[in-house]
């Protein structure tokens, strides 16, 4: 998703929760310091969903970064200039956080300041199966005005590899967000188009 809205021609403010490290860590091998996050950003963006060197090639001169613990950021504030937010992925905490309001770390303020201005905020949530309680604060969300957006990949688009699944769903967030991009391919009217490759 980064690397999309990137190609776009969008600037990032990006923010990494301590818990969203550690499943970075975890499922792709991926180490991502505050201290040196250009670097390990570059770093992270080359490579595929799998963790494993890849081709890409991504200049992330428009990416600044946040602290997640940083309330006195710029996207704290209603004036920052910010087109919308993307929260990819979501954990259920951060629905339940966002859903209340609790404005507790610099991603759940700056999603209050998103809902409040009005401006456009996608939950990308990734979970299953999903309790009531997460339920319900999605369906909150979703009448605060954002885009409930399960991390549900589709199979009709052909996909061969792990990345094009993963491709898919940050297309989706991409399209929610209204940023042009070609990740993956569109349903066109008929069947059959997910088995011919
Ligand atoms: C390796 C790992 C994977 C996790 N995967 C999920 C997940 O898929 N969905 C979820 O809701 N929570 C998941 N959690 C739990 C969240 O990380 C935890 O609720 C955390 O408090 C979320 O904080 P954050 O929303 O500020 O990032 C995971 C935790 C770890 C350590």
New binding site residues.
């Given amino acids: 998703m980064l690397r999309g809205l990137l190609a776009a021609g969008e600037s990032v403010d990006l923010v990494v929760?301590r818990?969203?490290r550690?499943?970075l860590l975890?499922e792709t091998g991926i180490a991502f310091r505050d201290a040196h996050w250009r670097e390990d950003l570059a770093g992270w963006l080359a490579r595929g969903a799998d963790g494993k060197p890849h081709t890409f090639d991504v200049d992330v001169s428009g990416v600044r970064h946040w602290a997640a613990g940083d309330l006195a950021a710029g996207p704290s504030s209603g004036s920052y200039p910010a087109k919308g937010m993307l929260i990819v992925p979501a954990?259920?905490?951060?629905v339940a956080g966002v859903a209340l309001g609790l404005s507790k770390d610099l991603?759940q303020r700056a999603a209050s300041v998103t809902l409040k201005e009005r401006r456009k905020l996608v939950v990308a949530v990734?979970?299953t199966p999903l309790n009531g309680q997460t339920l319900r604060h999605m369906v909150a969300l979703d009448e605060a005005g954002a885009v409930v957006l399960p991390a549900s990949p589709a199979f009709y688009a052909g996909a061969t590899h792990i990345q094009d699944l993963v491709d898919f769903v940050a297309g989706r967030v991409l399209d929610a967000a209204g940023v042009p991009h070609q990740l993956y391919r569109r349903w066109e009217g008929e069947l059959g188009g997910g088995s011919r490759g």
């Fill in positions: 929760s818990a969203s550690l499943t975890d954990s259920t905490a951060c991603l990734r979970e």
